[in-house]
Structures are given as structure tokens and as C-alpha cells.
């Protein structure tokens, strides 16, 4: 499992060399590796669905816990297969769809890199390995929805999402923190295995709050399910892997994967039931407004994710059970639509679902994928559609003590749904021909055969639903925390639950009857749509910006100087309080202890740093500032640190020489700052130079417990050969560190000398700032 996960970002960097290369055939090459991994899960499925786990681990940073450790059980092995599966036919789609793009290597590249993330998320067990593959997954996802990175409103879509999911992302992070704190483990399997005492913890209730919020802006819960349909911005394999199939169920797939873990309490069950209940009928209910075949997509995809979610929060083995088959019918029936979606528009020149119609003599495999996938999402037997509903309706019967919330609100929202459905599988092929920008004709095969995959797997899934039995129970299972059979029928005889999905396509198919009378009705309401929490993002990013804009401008006048007072000035205002409050650090003792000699050096410092300010000519000033860096080097040697001083003797030496070497070249002062100036400065830089002080005295006063004194100290000669430990430090034990820091040093030199060839060339020597000072 490491390996496949390792291997993908291998590939990923690979792909767009691959490309370059092969041209067309790059994306069939590039699909034989996650066919590949799918069919190497696919052994695992007999052993997994008898009850077998499957563990591997590799340390990372094992003082902190962290570690790539991957378990492969029911539900790991789920998310596997369709993040491959769909994965391998995504990239043979945007192989031909993105066909003559100047930038296709690299969307293949992002989509290998984004599976191998996701790949890694689905199968961690270590929460802050996990929560780097989550955030891996929103960096790319950045990426791939901003592609036309040329049009402005694509690159703010992006944004949005990655300020959203990654906003959660933090909250997220903070969560896990406290759950290894509660728990004493970052393992989610230790977790599990002690969750009574994490939910009898202190730290329970914040951090099933923060992990929530994660979960939630992830798989585009209210209020969070704005950015969404943003997202469809991307281009279409985009969509159809990242927003219908794979990434938008990540916070689905957290949900699940802590249920044994911190599922079963009462906020739990209270604020995942309520988000998931209000994110479904939300996104039903603004799905059938919509004519682009993208937003209605998204924005039907937002209310199957409020789906899944109250599912979970539910959190009986009826519900965690038809959790796990919506999460796989949902995947193969919206996968296949996404990429309908994206042929239309290829084919035709228009997502506009009042524009098309009579398509299917002339695109007839891309129709019989169509009228599938639309049949599954409508709930039609003997469809795996019809067989999630089902198991959800009967899960939502049985939601004690909330039925007469959750009953409702499933069977409105499945109502519209219905109709969805069949706006974008089914009008666009039947009916009278609508007038197209595009002659249609029938995709490529590379383009097609995706969506027939898998709108026929519905198909399948639905025709052997007991065949399949056994591996879903594994799946809600591992949801579960113990062993659950979950029995999958296309008949169930006559009862409740059969009613209802009798009423919700008859309802269904009324409101598709009537459906240009509900596009009407949306586009009244409209406005009072406009203020929800999409207008709050706007107002608030503007608002950002205007502050941050305003803030430069109050703090940063265009002078340097002025800049480092207000920095100086803020740290001595904020850091000062905090010392004084903690009184003198036994300052006063300290004095009386003083030695002449120290007192001596002391005077020493203190003239070298006032002749730097007393100087009248650079080279004056730099000669000063040399006396107070030689005093300090003294101090050193009396207080007994050789080797500190003697790498200050060479500090002080070279900094002196390179002053002069750069001075020289420098015309003569003409003008000093105003006298008041001059004063303000010294009071200011005075008063940092005592909080300097007091953080010095405050660092002494704690008892010093350091592992790092005596191994270096033993170390140096033995590992080193060198006897100055200072020195070694620098140059051995951190010598990457301090190579970047001369990397530094070095462009900022290069930066000076230009600036300052600049000015002797440009004849502005000697030129004054404003109000008389120096620049």
C-alpha cells in the first residue's frame, strides 16, 4: 500500500514528460496505473468482505507519532476501488476531451497526483498522516479547478474552494490534536479501540466540533456547500472525479471512518443528523432552478452528500449500511452524468438543458449511459439507485427518535432529485431536437466508454445487489466499529418503505412534467437566494482585502525606517508588559555579582553602540559598531565560551571589511535626521534593546534541561573532528541549515549591490529622504 500510494506521485511527475512524448497515447498509458492498482485491490476483496484487515506502516517522525501506517479494511477498500477505478476512466476521458490543449500533460499530471493523495487519505490510519493527504487533495484540487488559469472568474472559484476547504483544513488539524491528546494515540484504530474513554474526555465536545468543521467545508455541507458548484468552473473529467466521485467524499469518508470512534453521542448525533438533513434538501431544492448541466449536477451532488452525512449521524447499522451502498451508487451514477455532461458539451457547444434535446440516434452510447446513470440517480428498479433508496428510506423510518424530521425531508428531496435526474439524462436525448451551437454527432470511444462503464455497473450492481452483499457489509462494518450483515434486495415486498418510493417518482415525475414552471418559480426566488452564505463569503473576502489594504497603507509610508519603527515600536508594545509582569528575573542580584572587568567590557559595548550613533561618516560609524561586536566577543571569553568568542572575533572581523569594501564606494553624508528624530530613535531603540535584555535574563531564569549541551559537546571531536563547537554547529550538525541561510545572505548582498549601482548610475547620489532624512 505504500508503495501504490508513493508510486502515484512517481508517475504524477512523470506525466506530462509522458505526454510531451506519446502525445495522444499518453492518457491510455497513464490509465494502466490506476487500472492497475484497482485490479490489485480487487484481489483483497474475497479476504476483506470474510472480515480481514490488511496493515502496513512505515515511521515518519516517530517522536511526534506521526507515520505512514495504511489499513485496508471494508471501508478503505470501498474508497480504494472507486478512487481507481473511476480514476483509470477519468484519465482515458480527458485524454481525448482535453484533446489539442496546449497544458494537457500537466492536467494529467495533476489528476495522477490527486489520486495518489487521495489514495493515501482513504487508507490512513495515522490522523496526521491523513490530514496530509487531506490537504494534498485541496492544494491540487486549487490546481486542477483554477486550469484555465486565464480567465479571472475560474481562478476565484479556486480560491474559494481552497479558502474553504482549507479554512476547514486548520480547524481540522486543531481536532486531531486534541483527539491523540484525549485519546493518547494519533492511530485511529487505538482510537477506536479506546473510545469510551475519549468520549468521557474533557476534550471530547471541541474537538468533535473542529473535526466536524473539517468534515463539513470538505464534502460541502450547509452553510459550507457554496464553493461547490463554484467548482465547476474546472473542465469536466475535473468535476467528474473530484466533485462527484472522489474528493467531496472525503468528509463523508472522515465521518464514517470515526463513527466507532467518537459516533454514538448525543452532539454527534444531533448536529451530523441536522447537517446532513439541511444540506439535503437544500441542494435538491436549488438543483431544480438551474439549466446549466453542471451546476444542476453540483448542486444535486451537494444534497446526495447531505444525504450520506445524515446517515451517519444517524448512526444505527440500518443507516451506516445503506450509507455505504448510496456512497457507491452515488459514485457510479453521478461519475457517469458528469462525464454526459461534459460529451453534451463537447459534442454540441451548449450545457444549456433547454437547448437539447432528440440526441440519442445521434449519440447512442453516450444516451444508453445517460438514460442509466439518470434511472439509477431517480431511484428506478432494477437500477442501484432504486436499492440505496430503498435501505434509505428504511433507515430513516427507523431514526429513533427523529422519523418525523428526517422521514420528510428524504422523501421531498428524492422528489426532486427525480426530476434532476431526469432533466440531465434523459431531455437530452428524447423529445423533440433542439437547436445546437454544434453539429452533434456521437464522441470518440475513449469518451463514451467511461460513462457506459459505469452507468451499466449501476446496472449490474442493482441486477446482483446479493452478489455484492458481502463486501458493502465489510464496508459498513469498519463504519461501524463491529460486524453488520447488510442485506441487499431489488424486492422487498409490499410495505412502507415500497410506498414511499412509489410517491417520490410519481411526485417526481410531476415535477419533471412541470419542470419549466419550477424553473420559473426559482428564478423568482432567485434574490432571496442571492443572501445566503455565497454573498457572505464575497462581502467578507472584499472586506479582507479592503482591511489589509488599509492597514499597509496606515502602517507602511514608503520608508524603510519608518517601517522598522513601527515593527520596533509594536514589539517592545506587546512584549514588554508580558516581561514586566513577571518582574526582574533577579536582575538586582546579578548586578552585585558583576566583576570589574565585566563592567569594563560592559562600558565598552555601551561606547561602541553610542559612537555608532555619534558618528559623523559611515566609515566612523562602522569602526563603533566594530568595538561594541569585539567587546561582546571578550564578554564571551571572560563568562568562558572560547569558541563562541572566537567565531565572533571572525564575524566582527569580516562584517567590518565588507562594511568598508561596500562604504567606500558610497558618497559623504550631507544631512543627518532632525534632532527630535534622533531622539525618538534612541528612546526607541533603547527600549529594545532592554527588552532584549529582560528576554535574556527571563531565558536564565528557567532551569536549563537541555539533551543538546552535552552531545554536543561529546560529539563534536568524535563525529566532527572539530574541537571549536560553535563552529562545528554551523558547518556539520546543521550545515544544511546554515547553507541556506549564505543562500540568503547572498541574494540579499546581490540585491544591495544592484540597488546601489543603480543609484550611482542613475546620478541620484546623495539624495536626501523626505523631511530631511537620510535615506
Known amino acids: 500500500m505504500i508503495a501504490a500510494v508513493l508510486t502515484g506521485f512517481l508517475v504524477a511527475l512523470l506525466s506530462p514528460l509522458v505526454e510531451r512524448g506519446l502525445g495522444r497515447r499518453a492518457a491510455p498509458l497513464l490509465a494502466l496505473f490506476p487500472a492497475a492498482l484497482f485490479a490489485w485491490f480487487v484481489r483483497f476483496v474475497p479476504e476483506i468482505a470474510e472480515g480481514g ?15 505512514l501506517s495504511f489499513r485496508l479494511d471494508g471501508l478503505s477498500l470501498l474508497m480504494a476501488l472507486i478512487v481507481t477505478g473511476i480514476g483509470a476512466l477519468v484519465l482515458l476521458y480527458a485524454g481525448t476531451y482535453m484533446e489539442g490543449h496546449p497544458r494537457r500533460g500537466a492536467l494529467l ?14 487508507l490512513s490510519d495515522n490522523l496526521l498522516g491523513l490530514f496530509v493527504f487531506w490537504e494534498a487533495t ?34 481540522l488539524l486543531a481536532g486531531f ?84 470512534a467518537l459516533g454514538g453521542t448525543p452532539e454527534w448525533s444531533w448536529i451530523v443528523t441536522t447537517a446532513g438533513a439541511a444540506t439535503m434538501l437544500t441542494g435538491a431544492v436549488l438543483a431544480v432552478g438551474q439549466k446549466d448541466l453542471k451546476r444542476l449536477l453540483a448542486f444535486s451532488t451537494v444534497s446526495s452528500l447531505g444525504s450520506l452525512t445524515m446517515l451517519i449521524g444517524v448512526g444505527t447499522p440500518a443507516a451506516l449500511g445503506a450509507a455505504m451502498v448510496f456512497l457507491l451508487a452515488h459514485a457510479l451514477y453521478k461519475a457517469a452524468l458528469f462525464l454526459v455532461a461534459g460529451i453534451l458539451d463537447h459534442e454540441t457547444g451548449t450545457r444549456d438543458v433547454t437547448r437539447l434535446g432528440g440526441l440519442f440516434a445521434l449519440l447512442p452510447a453516450t444516451g444508453v449511459a445517460a438514460v442509466a446513470a439518470a434511472f439509477s440517480m431517480a431511484g428506478l428498479p432494477p437500477l442501484l439507485g432504486f436499492v440505496s433508496k430503498e435501505l434509505l428510506y428504511d433507515a430513516a423510518l427507523r431514526a429513533s427518535p427523529i422519523p418525523l424530521l428526517l422521514v420528510p425531508v428524504a422523501v421531498a428531496s428524492n422528489m ?18 433542439g437547436e445546437t451551437p454544434k453539429a452533434p454527432h456521437e464522441a470518440p470511444a475513449f469518451m463514451w466508454l467511461g460513462p457506459v462503464v459505469l452507468g451499466l455497473g449501476s446496472l449490474a450492481c442493482g441486477l446482483f445487489a446479493g452478489a455484492i452483499s458481502p463486501f458493502l457489509s465489510s464496508a459498513a462494518s469498519a463504519a461501524l466499529g463491529h460486524p453488520y450483515g447488510v442485506k441487499l ?47 457572505l463569503y464575497r462581502d467578507g473576502l472584499a472586506g479582507l482585502v479592503k482591511l489589509a489594504k488599509g492597514t499597509a497603507s496606515l502602517l507602511s509610508a514608503g520608508s524603510l525606517r519608518q517601517d522598522v519603527r513601527i515593527v520596533l515600536l509594536a514589539a517592545v508594545a506587546l512584549s514588554a508588559p508580558l516581561l514586566l509582569s513577571r518582574g526582574l528575573f533577579g536582575a538586582p542580584d546579578a ?19 553610542v559612537g555608532t550613533v555619534a558618528a559623523g561618516s559611515r566609515l566612523a560609524a562602522v569602526v563603533a559598531l566594530g568595538v561594541t561586536g569585539y567587546g561582546i566577543a571578550l564578554l564571551f571569553l571572560v563568562f568562558g565560551a572560547p569558541d563562541l568568542a572566537m567565531t565572533q572575533f571572525a564575524i566582527e572581523t569580516l562584517s567590518v571589511l565588507l562594511f568598508v569594501a561596500v562604504l567606500r564606494r558610497l558618497p559623504r553624508l550631507k544631512s543627518r535626521s532632525a534632532p527630535r528624530s534622533r531622539v525618538a530613535d534612541g528612546l526607541l531603540a533603547t527600549a529594545t534593546g532592554a527588552l532584549m535584555a529582560g528576554f535574556v535574563l527571563a531565558v536564565h531564569a528557567e532551569p536549563l534541561r ?26 556539520d550538525f546543521r550545515g544544511l541549515d546554515t547553507l541556506g541561510e549564505i543562500t540568503v545572505l547572498a541574494v540579499a548582498a546581490i540585491g544591495v549591490f544592484a540597488l546601489v549601482k543603480l543609484r550611482l548610475s542613475s546620478g541620484a547620489a546623495g539624495a536626501a529622504g523626505p523631511k530631511g532624512e537620510e535615506r
Open 53 to 67: 484487515v490488511r496493515t502496513a506502516a512505515l515511521a515518519w517522525i516517530p517522536e511526534l507519532g506521526v507515520s
Open 109 to 122: 499530471g495533476y489528476l495522477v497526483a490527486f489520486l495518489a493523495a487521495m489514495l493515501g487519505l482513504v
Open 138 to 171: 485541496s492544494i491540487l484540487s486549487y490546481f486542477l479547478i483554477g486550469f484555465d488559469r486565464e480567465k479571472a472568474e475560474v481562478r476565484a472559484a479556486a480560491l474559494q474552494a481552497l479558502l474553504v476547504t482549507g479554512g476547514g483544513g486548520l480547524a
Open 177 to 260: 490534536v486534541l483527539l491523540g491528546q484525549a485519546g493518547g494515540s494519533l492511530e485511529i484504530s487505538a482510537l477506536v479501540a479506546n473510545a469510551e474513554a475519549l468520549k468521557a474526555s474533557p476534550l471530547y465536545t471541541p474537538a468533535l466540533l473542529l473535526v466536524l468543521l473539517g468534515a463539513f467545508t470538505k464534502s460541502a455541507q450547509v452553510p459550507f456547500h457554496f464553493w461547490l458548484p463554484g467548482a465547476m468552473a474546472a473542465p469536466t473529467p475535473i468535476s467528474a472525479y473530484l466533485h462527484s466521485a472522489t474528493m467531496v467524499k472525503a468528509g463523508v469518508f472522515l465521518l464514517a471512518r470515526l463513527h466507532p
Open 416 to 433: 426532486l432529485l427525480v426530476a434532476v435526474a431526469l432533466a440531465v439524462g434523459w431531455g437530452p436525448f428524447t423529445g423533440a431536437r
Open 489 to 535: 434486495e431489488l424486492w422487498h415486498g409490499f410495505n412502507l418503505v415500497l410506498l414511499k418510493s412509489l410517491v417520490t417518482l410519481a411526485v417526481g415525475l410531476a415535477f419533471w412534467a412541470n419542470r419549466a414552471r419550477l424553473r420559473s418559480l426559482a428564478e423568482r426566488l432567485a434574490p432571496v437566494a442571492a443572501l445566503g452564505p455565497a454573498r
Open 591 to 609: 548586578l552585585r555579582s558583576v566583576r570589574p572587568i565585566e563592567a569594563v567590557l560592559a562600558l565598552l559595548v555601551a561606547a561602541g553602540a
Open 706 to 731: 537541555s539533551r543538546l549541551t552535552p552531545f554536543f559537546s561529546e560529539a563534536s571531536l568524535s563525529l566532527a573532528k572539530g574541537r571549536n563547537v560553535v563552529n562545528v554547529i554551523l558547518v
